[in-house]
């Protein structure tokens, strides 16, 4: 994807985009903003009823076609007309932008949508960029940065539960339990400050007291913390691998949980060679699951890439599944594969019960995770393993109002925050100076104003704009 810099959102410009998906479809929106946005509409739109479109009032629709001017001499004067179209009007300052915003909603064909965009191009406007259109909405103050994210949040909601959330973010939920959150660090700071600057006033400041304060907002934030966690698997998914020795029966867990016969399944060890992704939906969670290789010794090139295929996803897992063939005592394969998983959420699957029971628990050590005997060719326990996946996900216990969208960087940040306020207590609880604690709870702040969008920082803003859509 191309990279795009702040400084290319220049705010003067009057900007332009299609805003639906090019496909053929009932209708198309071509988004206009910028303060010639109603000249461009004047040049480009022919209304049903004559009137001076530059002069129609906010929150006016308007009939009509939108129209090519033609220049060459055997044509001149005869414009092309190219669609019939309907036309909103939001004049500045309440709409989207906050500027002047015109949609023109066309039928959606790929070519008309194209060719009204390239007249509205010819007559002024420039191609909006990524989120150029919420990035002015931000600028001029009618949102701030955490709405932003939840937009996203709402866009690309893949659970009834991320869509709420996200709606709830969008109406000022998260910003304002930031805003609350920072209230309470602006009051502990100024207690600090007072004894700072006016050291002659003998100002009292009790430590016990303000340690019990703090622990209170590090409860807050981490509570946020998680809620931006939550947020991150609703968006992205929790990625989820399934692991295990050759003929544990992976692959027919992962038909199983898919529900339907979507990969190989085989007597022979090793069927399996390369990673395969498929995302479902448990109870609102959105799961990328991966069905991996089950070869541990390389013996060729594809073995050994089926290796480095599984073991590159088994890193990044959030959450691995060790299947174990429960009709088999435990091998060296076993123990590995346990020994990897240690710092991981894992679920233990005891596969094959309706085999004779061979497999030893006792050996099992060592492993945070439950364990879930089931028969994945019988498909017996299927309910029990969608319940243990679900536990581990909602484990935080997060309410859909207590989850925040944030991006990479927000998340960073926070975290960040999170870490200051601990050290910021261990300072109180050894009664280091009060400066010390001023300091730290400034920076705090500071950074809380970064994931509000109140301190400006390109790094979150590019970070954020970049994953946007043209047109949104
Ligand atoms: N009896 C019984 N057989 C099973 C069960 N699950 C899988 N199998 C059989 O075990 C064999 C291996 O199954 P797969 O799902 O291909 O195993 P895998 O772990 O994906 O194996 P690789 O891809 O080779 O690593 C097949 O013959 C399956 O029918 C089960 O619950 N009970
Ligand atoms: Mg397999």
Redesign the pocket.
């Known amino acids: 994807m191309k990279e795009f810099k702040l400084k290319d959102y220049i705010l003067k410009d009057t900007i332009a985009a299609i805003a639906t998906f090019p496909s053929k479809s009932a209708l198309g929106v071509i988004k206009i903003s910028g303060n010639k946005a109603m000249a461009i509409l004047s040049k480009v739109f022919i209304p049903k009823r004559k009137k001076d479109i530059k002069k129609v009032k906010t929150f006016t629709l308007h009939y009509g076609w939108i129209r090519q001017s033609v220049n060459n001499k055997s044509r001149k004067g005869k414009d092309i007309l190219i669609d019939e179209v309907l036309v909103s009007v939001m004049r500045a300052p309440n709409s989207y932008t906050t500027e002047d915003v015109v949609e023109v909603s066309s039928h959606g064909g790929i070519l008309s949508v194209n060719k009204i965009l390239e007249v509205v191009l010819n007559e002024g406007a420039r191609l909006a960029l990524p989120g150029e259109f919420t990035y002015r909405a931000l600028i001029k103050g009618r949102i701030d940065l955490l709405q932003v994210e939840s937009i996203s949040g709402i866009v690309e909601a893949k659970s009834e539960k991320a869509l709420l959330a996200a709606s709830f973010q969008l109406r000022g939920g998260a910003s304002l339990k930031i805003k609350r959150i920072k209230e309470k660090l602006k009051e502990l700071l100024i207690q600090t400050e007072a004894v700072i600057i006016f050291p002659e006033d003998d100002i009292e400041f009790s430590y016990s007291k303000f340690s019990n304060k703090m622990k209170r907002l590090s409860v807050e934030v981490s509570k946020i913390v998680e809620g931006s966690n939550e947020a991150k698997i609703l968006k992205e998914g929790l990625k989820c691998v399934i692991c295990?020795k050759?003929?544990?029966?992976?692959?027919?867990l992962f038909n199983r949980i898919l529900k339907e016969e979507r990969v190989i399944?085989?007597?022979?060890?090793?069927?399996?060679r390369d990673v395969i992704e498929e995302t479902i939906n448990i109870k609102g969670v959105p799961l990328r699951i991966y069905d991996t290789?089950?070869?541990l010794e390389p013996k060729d090139l594809v073995t050994r890439k089926a290796i480095e295929k599984t073991s590159d996803i088994f890193n990044e897992a959030d959450l691995v599944i060790l299947?174990f063939d429960g009709s088999r005592v435990m091998s060296k394969d076993d123990f590995f594969l346990l020994e990897r998983a240690k710092d991981k959420d894992v679920i233990l699957v005891i596969?094959?019960i309706?085999?004779s029971n061979r497999i030893d628990l006792g050996k099992i050590k060592d492993v945070k995770g439950p364990i879930v005997k089931m028969?994945?060719?019988?498909n017996e326990g299927l309910k029990k393993f969608e319940d243990a996946v679900y536990k581990i996900v909602h484990k935080s216990g997060v309410s859909s109002d207590d989850i925040i969208f944030m991006n990479h960087y927000q998340r960073q940040i926070l975290n960040d925050v999170l870490f200051k306020i601990e050290e910021t207590r261990k300072y109180i609880k050894e009664c280091y100076t009060v400066d010390f604690i001023s300091f730290s709870l400034k920076e705090c702040l500071d950074d809380l104003g970064k994931i509000s969008g109140e301190v400006f920082s390109e790094e979150i803003l590019e970070g954020i704009f970049s994953n946007f859509c043209i047109g949104k």
């Open positions: 295990g050759t003929n544990a029966g992976k692959s027919t399944v085989s007597r022979v060890a090793g069927t399996t290789a089950g070869i299947v596969n094959k309706d085999l028969s994945a060719l019988k």
